[in-house]
C-alpha cells in the first residue's frame, strides 16, 4: 500500500486532511478551529509522505517530524499521524486503539473546558452564574475549566488588574505582575466558582500565560483547601514557544494546589526537564500539537513513571480530534485523568459524520467505540454542502 495523495480543505475553521492511498483506504484527521492559515504549511508535507506504505506510521512520521515546532507550527505534522492512524486501523480492521497497545478503560472520561456560557461582566457573581450553568448541563461534567485572569478577558476589564498595558489583539500577549487589587479580584471569582461547585465537581482554572513566579505560586497557595483540581499555564502556556521549568520548579514544590501545563509542547523531547524535573503536577499535551497519538503516548507513559497525572488538552479539536482523543485516552496509563471535551462548531458538524453518534457524553464519560479507524468517516455527499471553492476537490482520490 502506498499513500498517493494528501489533501486539506477547511471546513467551518478547522483544517481537515484526508490521505489517500493506491487501494481505495483513506485516513482523516482535523486541526484545531481557529487555525485555518495553516493550509499551506500542511500541504508542505504532501511530497514528504507521498509514495510510503501508510501502516508504516513510524517510518512516515521520522521524515516529517523534525520540521515541525511549538503551537501553532506542529499542527500539520500531527494531523498527518493521526489520519496515518486511521488508515492502518481501517486496513487492519481494529480501532486504532488496539493499535497503540490496546484499551485498559471501556470509558474515558472528559471533562469541560468547552461549552461556555457568555459571562455577563468580571465580577465574582457573573462566573458563579456562568459556573452553576456548567454544572448544570446534561453531561454531569465531573471538572469543569474556567478561564481567569491574562487567559480571559479580566486583565482588561478590571480596572487596574496589573502592573501593564493590557493588549486586546493577537494570542495571549500580556505578561506581568498582579495589583494587589487584581489579585483580590481574582481571589474572590475563584471563592465564587468553588462556593458553587463544592465538592461535588472539580474546578480547574486556566490562567495564563503571562503571571509572574510570585503571582503563582500566591495564587496557588491562596486556593489550597479549596476546590480546585489544578491551576493550568500560569507561567507559560498557550503559544509560548518554550517551556521555562525553572520558573515553574519556584511553584510546583511550595504549594500542594496541583499545577498543570503543556498544551503547546511539540514533541516528547520537550517535555523531559518537566516530566524529569516534576517542575509540574499535571502535563496536558494536545494530540493536535503535540505530533500525534503515539507522540502523546509515550509523553504519558514517561510521566506516569515520574510520579505526574495526566488530563490532555482539546478545546479547538472539532470532532475529528475527539475521535482520536476517544481512542488514545482508551489506552492511556492510570495516570490519566480526563481529557478536555472538543466540540463541532458550526452543528453541522454533526450531520457531516457518520460514527459521531457513538461519542456521547454520559456522566462525564464516553463509551469507547469499537469500529475500525478512529471511528468516524466523512459523509461526503453533507460535507461538499460546506467546502469552501478552492476545496472543491476534497473528495476527488
Avoid at 452543528?347 to 453518534?357: A, P, S, V
Wanted: proline letters at 6%; glycine letters at 10%.
Amino acid at each position: 500500500m502506498k499513500i498517493t495523495d494528501l489533501k486539506c480543505a477547511i471546513l467551518g475553521n478547522n483544517p481537515v486532511i484526508r490521505i489517500t492511498t493506491d487501494e481505495g483506504v483513506v485516513g482523516i484527521a482535523g486541526g484545531e478551529t481557529y487555525k485555518p492559515y495553516l493550509k499551506p504549511m500542511i500541504l508542505f508535507y504532501r511530497d514528504l509522505i507521498v509514495g510510503k506504505d501508510p501502516t508504516d506510521v513510524e517510518r512516515v512520521m521520522l521524515g516529517i517530524r523534525r520540521l515541525g515546532a511549538f503551537k501553532p507550527w506542529g499542527t500539520a505534522v500531527s494531523m498527518i499521524e493521526m489520519a496515518l492512524w486511521d488508515i492502518a486501523g481501517k486496513v487492519a480492521g481494529v480501532p486504532v486503539y488496539k493499535l497503540l497497545g490496546g484499551k485498559i478503560r471501556d470509558r474515558v472520561r472528559v471533562y469541560n473546558g468547552n461549552i461556555r456560557f457568555p459571562l455577563e461582566g468580571n465580577q465574582p457573581e457573573h462566573y458563579a452564574q456562568a459556573m452553576q450553568k456548567m454544572k448544570d448541563l446534561p453531561e454531569r461534567f465531573s471538572i469543569i475549566k474556567q478561564a481567569v485572569a491574562f487567559h480571559d478577558s479580566m486583565y482588561s476589564n478590571v480596572d487596574k488588574f496589573y502592573y501593564g498595558t493590557p493588549v486586546t489583539e493577537g494570542r495571549y500577549p500580556n505578561r506581568g505582575m498582579l495589583t494587589e487589587k487584581g489579585f483580590k479580584h481574582l481571589l474572590k471569582c475563584v471563592e465564587a466558582m468553588a462556593d458553587v461547585l463544592d465538592d461535588e465537581v472539580g474546578l480547574a482554572l486556566d490562567c495564563g500565560p503571562g503571571m509572574t513566579v510570585g503571582d503563582a505560586l500566591k495564587l496557588a497557595k491562596a486556593v489550597e483547601g479549596m476546590n480546585v483540581t489544578w491551576l493550568e499555564d500560569m507561567i507559560t502556556g498557550d503559544y509560548t514557544p518554550y517551556v521555562l521549568s525553572d520558573l515553574y520548579l519556584q511553584v510546583t514544590p511550595y504549594t500542594s494546589t496541583a499545577i498543570h501545563t503543556g498544551e503547546q509542547i511539540y514533541l516528547r523531547q520537550n517535555f523531559i526537564e518537566l516530566i524529569e524535573r516534576k517542575a509540574v503536577n499535571i502535563i496536558g499535551p494536545d494530540p493536535a500539537d503535540v505530533g500525534g497519538l503515539a507522540e502523546m503516548k509515550f509523553i504519558a507513559e514517561y510521566a506516569d513513571l515520574h510520579g505526574l497525572l495526566f488530563a490532555p488538552h482539546g478545546t479547538g479539536d472539532g470532532l475529528l480530534g475527539l475521535a482520536a482523543l476517544v481512542q488514545l485516552s482508551a489506552t492511556l496509563p492510570d495516570n490519566y485523568i480526563a481529557f478536555e471535551l472538543p466540540s463541532g462548531e458550526p452543528k453541522w458538524w454533526f450531520e457531516i459524520l457518520n460514527g459521531i453518534e457513538n461519542l456521547i457524553v454520559q456522566d462525564s464519560h464516553i463509551v469507547v467505540p469499537d469500529i475500525p479507524g478512529i471511528g468516524i468517516t466523512f459523509n461526503e455527499q453533507e460535507t461538499i454542502k460546506y467546502l469552501r471553492e478552492d476545496d472543491q476537490g476534497f473528495f476527488d482520490n
